[in-house]
C-alpha cells in the first residue's frame, strides 16, 4: 500500500513539474503528456513554443562568455556543452533515412 501512495505521489509531482514547463518554458517539438498539457491549460491559455535552436543557443552563447571570462573552467564548458548536445538531441533527433536494396 505504501509502494501505491509513493509511486502516485511521485507521478503527480512529475506531471506538476511538466506542467509548470510547458507553462514557462515551452519549446518546439518536445514532448508534452496529455495529462500535463491538460493541468497546463487551466491556468489560461498556452503561451506558443518557441523554436527550439533559439533557446540551445542562447545557453551555448552564455557559457562560451562564461568561459573566456573565467567564470566557468573548461571541464565545467565541456559539461554545459555536453548537456546542451544531449537537449538537442532530444527535441531534434536525427533522421538519417537508410538506403534500400
Given amino acids: 500500500m505504501l509502494a501505491v501512495l509513493f509511486i502516485a505521489v511521485a507521478y503527480t509531482v512529475l506531471i506538476a513539474l511538466h506542467a509548470w514547463m510547458i507553462r514557462h518554458h515551452r519549446v ?54 555536453a548537456a546542451v548536445a544531449a537537449q538537442d538531441a532530444l527535441e531534434r533527433p536525427l533522421r538519417v533515412p537508410f538506403p534500400r536494396r
Avoid at 63 to 72: Q, Y
Fill in 28 to 81: 518546439e517539438g518536445a514532448y508534452e503528456p496529455r495529462a500535463a498539457r491538460w493541468l497546463a491549460s487551466r491556468f489560461g491559455p498556452l503561451p506558443p513554443p518557441r523554436p527550439a535552436g533559439t533557446f540551445l543557443a542562447r545557453q551555448e552563447a552564455k557559457a562560451f562568455d562564461r568561459l573566456l571570462t573565467g567564470d566557468l573552467d573548461p571541464a565545467d564548458y565541456r559539461a554545459l556543452m
